[in-house]
């Protein structure tokens, strides 16, 4: 069992041999945080193609997040049926903005970027099928908030390093802890870049990853 100074070594470590082998990637521009939700929300359970598919057909279809609110649930769940779970997803969506909607009094979130990193992390959380990683980017890509996103991916190295406990929240506790906020977006992206590279679900190529020496 690692000690917590340990661990933070250990992630500082990993975060450096990452940027090393992928580079330090930029902040992307930041996006209107209800398009990061709801890309977010049509990410779950599927690839970077259908998602990007599903949101294209969605704002074909609906020109504001107004419009999307006061669609049919049927008809929104037509439109975003390529990325997959398109009943259960419209609900989310539209669960999500009529949240927001009940709270501002318009479809905006732009509110958040006053609140607390936790309080707003709160008021994410407190809608239903948002979990730890669609809050968090929403906070980190959209506000630049002290928050990492823990993927499939990065659940799975993280997991796979000995890293943050069990769940996501433990593990990107020990990040935002860790790691400077200005490097947590970078950091995210790297591990994904290693997670879709090299540390993949079946067959990791522990041979070629530059994180081997870290890794039970
Ligand atoms: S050594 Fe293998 S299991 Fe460990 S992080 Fe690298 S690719 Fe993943």
Same mark, same amino acid.
């Given at each position: 069992?690692? $000690?917590?100074?340990? +661990?933070? @070594?250990?992630?500082? !470590?990993?975060?450096?041999?990452?940027?090393?082998?992928?580079?330090? /990637?930029?902040?992307?521009?930041?996006?209107?945080?209800?398009?990061?939700?709801?890309?977010?929300?049509?990410?779950?359970?599927?690839n970077f193609k259908n998602c990007k598919a599903a949101y294209e057909g969605l704002t074909a279809e609906y020109k504001t997040w107004q419009d999307v609110l006061e669609?049919?649930?049927?008809?929104?769940?037509?439109?975003? $049926?390529?990325?997959? +779970?398109? @009943?259960?997803?419209? !609900?989310?969506?539209?669960?999500?903005?009529?949240?927001?909607?009940? /709270?501002?009094?318009?479809?905006?979130?732009?509110?958040?970027?006053?609140?607390?990193?936790?309080?707003?992390?709160?008021?994410?959380?407190?809608?239903?099928?948002?979990?730890?990683?669609?809050a968090a980017c929403v906070l980190c890509f959209s506000f630049g908030k002290p928050c990492f996103p823990v993927d499939t991916h990065i659940y799975r190295i993280c997991k796979r390093l000995g890293l943050g406990g069990n769940s996501r929240e433990e593990i990107a506790s020990l990040i935002v802890e860790t790691i400077a906020g200005n490097k947590l977006c970078a950091f995210h992206l790297n591990l994904v870049e290693h997670g879709r590279r090299i540390c993949t679900a079946r067959n990791p190529k522990c041979n070629d990853c530059v994180l081997k020496d870290y890794c039970y």
């Open positions: 069992m690692k $000690s917590s100074d340990d +661990l933070k @070594r250990c992630v500082r !470590r990993i975060c450096e041999l990452l940027e090393c082998e992928y580079g330090r /990637k930029k902040h992307p521009a930041k996006t209107d945080p209800i398009d990061t939700l709801v890309l977010t929300i049509l990410s779950q359970t599927t669609a049919p649930e049927d008809d929104l769940a037509k439109a975003i $049926s390529i990325g997959g +779970l398109g @009943r259960i997803k419209a !609900r989310r969506i539209k669960n999500a903005l009529s949240r927001i909607k009940e /709270k501002e009094g318009e479809v905006d979130l732009r509110f958040l970027a006053a609140m607390s990193t936790e309080d707003a992390m709160g008021f994410l959380l407190s809608m239903d099928g948002v979990g730890q990683k669609t």
